[in-house]
């Protein structure tokens, strides 16, 4: 069982940088992909990027790609979404999911339902 907390969100001007962590406890995160996903107000929940839970595949929505960036750090038992040249769009709630797997190493799940751990969520606002 792992359990996962984002931090870093706030609030930045369009163009503007945030860093989200998403910390996982347990001594078996190696063996979860993770996922960052969100949700803005009156939408549906939408993935944004995920990496593998070796670390060498990762997925970014059409939306996000060339501005975000997932990595993880394995020492620190801990994800990072690089968010950059941010626009008032990227406006929601970020969560961080993870999903284990037992023998694969490189997928990348994009259906938040196939997910099994979730954080609370971090509040991202960007304004114009």
């Known amino acids: 069982q792992v359990q996962v907390a984002e931090s870093g969100g706030g609030w930045v001007q369009a163009g503007g940088s945030l860093r989200l962590s998403c910390a996982a406890s347990?001594?078996?995160?190696?063996?979860?992909?993770i996922g960052w996903f969100r949700q803005a107000p009156g939408k549906e929940r939408e993935v944004v990027a995920v990496?593998?839970?070796?670390?060498?595949?990762?997925y970014y929505a059409d939306s996000v790609k060339g501005r975000f960036t997932i990595s993880r750090d394995t020492a620190k038992n801990t994800v990072y979404l690089q968010m950059n040249s941010l626009k008032p769009e990227d406006t929601a709630v970020y969560y961080c999911a993870a999903k284990r797997f037992i023998l694969s190493t490189s997928e990348t799940p994009k259906d938040g339902n196939e997910y099994d751990y979730w954080g609370q969520g971090t509040q991202v606002t960007v304004s114009s």
């Open positions: 347990g001594r078996t995160f190696r063996s979860y992909a």
């Open positions: 990496i593998s839970r070796n670390g060498g595949r990762t």
